[in-house]
């Protein structure tokens, strides 16, 4: 099997990644209906589960595509007979990373982090009294409140379709438009900064951006009644 055909089959798996990520906002959508009809909270918790599955699932694919990278790396270096063993190297190295990863890591995947904030923004709005003592400071609950007068975002000027939350200074903007702001500023070797007036937020990281599903639902019901 050559380098070519091995980097082919990696460009389509990590394209499964997508998928992964599309039924974790699925997942996510059910939860917020569930919470809103008053949903049984077994069922809530049930989709949870379901949501740190895919989030292991997502961490899989992320590792293994790493493994992959990192011995086809080293196979470019070796002679061509090395190939033979680059099943069981991809293997090895797939392990490693693996058994490094933790229940804590699937704690803190953006998208698992954002269900659990999305919930609990729906929780503080409906139920204003518990918010006091939910965990949390208020900053996140006036920057939602915020969102629901400017769906716009600071970098298109237009309505955002798939917000993420930036969890340093609270902000929203466009996923799409924000990633590759930041994208291309890393390549010119520069620091983005947060394109809201007046915020000091000077270093956006991808890293800090999570999915905000209770804004997407907020637009999606003001699109809705728009029609």
């Known amino acids: ?13 990590k394209s499964c990644q997508t998928d992964v990520a599309t039924a974790m906002d699925v997942v ?3 939860a ?10 077994r069922d809530i918790q049930a989709l949870e589960k379901l949501l740190l599955d895919c989030a292991r699932l997502d961490e899989d694919l992320t590792r293994f595509s790493e493994a992959v990278e990192h011995v086809t790396a080293q196979a470019r270096r070796q002679p ?19 058994d490094a990863l933790s229940d804590a890591d699937l704690q803190r995947h953006a998208k698992v982090a954002a269900f659990r904030e999305s ?23 006036i920057a939602v409140m915020q969102s629901q007068i400017n769906f716009s975002c ?3 000027q237009l309505e955002m379709v798939n ?6 200074c609270h902000h929203h903007y466009e996923q799409e438009a924000a990633v590759a702001a930041i994208q291309r500023r890393e390549k010119q070797k520069k620091k983005f900064r947060c394109p809201y007036v007046g915020c000091d937020n000077t270093d956006m990281k991808q890293s800090d951006l999570v999915p905000d599903a209770t804004l997407r639902r907020m ?6 009644a728009r029609t």
């Open 1 to 13: 099997m050559s380098l070519s055909v091995v980097n082919t089959n990696l460009s389509s798996l």
């Open 28 to 30: 996510t959508d059910a």
């Open 32 to 41: 917020m209906d569930l919470a809103e009809t008053e949903g049984s909270e």
């Open 80 to 98: 061509p007979e090395a190939m033979r063993d680059l099943k069981d190297a991809v293997k090895r190295r797939f392990a490693e990373l693996t």
């Open 119 to 141: 919930l609990r923004s729906f929780s503080s709005q409906t139920n204003p009294s518990a918010s006091q003592s939910t965990e949390g400071d208020l900053d996140d609950d």
């Open 154 to 156: 600071p970098i298109t």
């Open 163 to 168: 917000p993420v939350k930036n969890i340093k």
């Open 219 to 224: 637009i999606q019901k003001k699109q809705g």
